[in-house]
């Protein structure tokens, strides 16, 4: 497997398609997209957009040289996109949500879930927003590989990390990395089933 790194600007279009690849039958982001025809593009348009502007400007964003898989991490210190950069986000979430109608059902359930990462790690953490790896690699290690530049800093650092996930498989790739299971929930207005998973500093 090819050495993992941080991801810089100039690959973003080549990782939203990663993304939009390894998520394409997740379902939280089949929700977010709806089943209209367009909705690969429209898959790629919001991670670009989420790449671009709510990232950290990828400071924690890691891929491998071969870009087979992407980790969008938060650092303790991000508190989430600015107000223009907010902005600047709305078309490419929009349009990932089908419109401005269905955006405001989407953004309840997102509050929903920011509510509970709010109880579960009161205290700055970091945040695996997501993890994905190109259908024909996973099962190699990408996906752990790529966990381990955060993980370990973490647990220098003696940080807590939080994560989402709404693939049942996934739980035990996490559980094998210290994650736990804190909570299952079914997303407000959706037929969306949940785990939500908090790590303890090794």
């Known amino acids: 497997m090819s050495e993992v790194r941080l991801a810089t600007r100039d690959e973003i279009g080549e990782l939203a398609?990663?993304?939009?690849?390894?998520?394409?039958?997740?379902?939280f982001y089949t929700?977010?997209?709806?089943g209209a025809t367009e909705r690969t593009q429209r898959m790629r348009d919001g991670w670009t957009g989420i790449l671009r502007l709510t990232s950290d400007r990828l400071s924690t964003t890691?891929?491998?040289?071969?870009?087979a898989g992407v980790a969008i991490w938060h650092p303790p210190t991000y508190h989430g996109a600015g107000f223009i950069d907010s902005l600047r986000l709305l078309p490419s979430v929009s349009r990932l949500a089908g419109g401005l109608r269905r955006l405001r059902?989407?953004?309840?359930?997102?509050?929903?879930?920011?509510?509970?990462?709010?109880?579960?790690?009161?205290?700055?953490h970091f945040y695996l927003s997501a993890l994905g790896v190109e259908p024909?690699?996973?099962?190699?290690?990408?996906g752990t590989a790529l966990m381990q530049p955060v993980l370990e800093r973490a647990d220098r650092e003696?940080?807590?990390?939080?994560?989402?996930?709404?693939t049942g498989r996934n739980v035990l790739?996490?559980?094998?990395?210290?994650?736990s299971v804190v909570e299952e929930l079914?997303?407000?207005?959706t037929d969306v089933h949940g785990w939500l998973m908090r790590r303890a500093p090794r």
Not at 62 to 67: E, P, Q, S
Not at 105 to 124: K, N
Request: charged residues 30%; proline residues 6%; negative net charge.
């Open 62 to 67: 890691y891929t491998t040289d071969d870009r």
């Open 173 to 179: 790739l996490y559980e094998r990395q210290g994650f």
């Open 158 to 166: 003696g940080q807590a990390a939080y994560l989402e996930t709404a």
């Open 136 to 142: 024909e690699r996973q099962g190699e290690g990408v």
């Open 17 to 27: 398609g990663v993304l939009s690849r390894a998520f394409a039958h997740d379902p």
């Open 186 to 189: 079914t997303l407000p207005g």
């Open 31 to 34: 929700y977010l997209a709806g």
């Open 105 to 124: 059902e989407i953004s309840r359930a997102i509050e929903a879930l920011e509510e509970r990462r709010r109880h579960h790690v009161p205290m700055p």
